[in-house]
DNA sequence: GTTTATAATGAGAACCATTCTCATGTCAAC
DNA sequence: GTTGACATGAGAATGGTTCTCATTATAAAC
């Protein structure tokens, strides 16, 4: 559950943080920016909403809804829906379709910080890529080579499919 | 339901079929490759296997469920849904994930053409791209920039979202 | 500090796409 | 035409997600 993305290319994954030392806490930035967005929209900043942004802002990958059950436990399943409901409609996370059939949450990426998705094949864990810039440049020509007059192209989504370091 | 691809870049939409007339048979040499599949994981090809093939191979798109009951009847749901799932371990469709809560089912990219998707917010309805060699060159760069040592890559996914012709 | 209005919570029921069950139908080989 | 194996159809079961409603927490007004 610590914070590990990938950056590609590099070769050397990040360390991951010693067990039992916790993940470092959320920016408070991030969650005045949260608590506006929650307003914005007429909804109260809670204990458990707060809760649930830190769990997904510290996994560094996409949760499915029982992963995030498991690292708060104090969530009932009722109320994490739909606080993660609240939460998207709000515009603070967004849901990634991955290979099994829970859906997977994450911070949208003004929060986050803009990156793609791993999805493993035989494992089905999405973990996010952190992009480069030869990345970034080529996908960019991608959109604008894909992009025709009859469709208004609002986002990309770029995955890689394959398997991961577990499961290899 | 007419068969219709988007050629990004051009700006002119293939014209649809006139209403009245059946959109063309599928080419006979892709049936007997479905054919093929199905015997080697012992399987039929039976009619109603057939006819889900033809709806696929014409529709141009990948289809929900119930826009497949819909073009043709004479499937009951568990049937559509048992036979969708031999063909999928045959190899001869894929499944897609969009945006509602609808799977979404497409034939094989070896049977039906290498292609990506565009994904419309308001509808939701997903619709093929077929990819210019530009197009799959800057596909190619990104997919080399994104790749570290740490996972193997088997196949990549791009998809534009966005709001389609009908919806703007 | 108490009251009051409104929103959030929790347990469980309801919903619905998908899968499973089982009785029946169809096909191919002998 | 008998036999055996697979395919089909109707409906039940499954499971992720959403809804309901009674209870609790919160913020504002007094």
Excluded: W
Aim: charged content about 20%; some cysteine.
């Amino acid at each position: 559950m610590a914070a590990t993305r990938h950056q590609p290319g590099s070769g050397s994954a990040t360390p991951a943080a010693p067990v039992g030392i916790a993940a470092p806490p959320v920016d408070p930035a991030a969650h005045r920016e949260v608590a506006l967005r929650l307003a914005r929209t007429e909804q109260r900043y809670t204990p458990l909403r707060r809760a649930l942004v830190e769990v997904m802002a510290q996994s560094g990958r996409p949760l499915t809804m029982p992963e995030i059950l498991r690292s708060s436990p104090e969530l009932s399943q009722s109320t994490a829906y739909r606080n993660i409901a609240t939460l998207i409609e709000a515009g603070v996370v967004r849901r990634v379709s991955g290979t099994g059939d829970h859906g997977r949450f994450e911070l949208a990426e003004d929060l986050s910080g803009h990156h793609h998705h791993l999805v493993c094949l035989s494992c089905g864990k999405v973990s996010d890529i952190v992009p480069t810039p030869r990345l970034e440049r080529a996908l960019r020509e991608a959109v604008e080579a894909a992009a025709g007059s009859t469709f208004a192209v609002i986002e990309h989504r770029f995955e890689l499919i394959g398997s991961c370091t577990d499961c290899r």
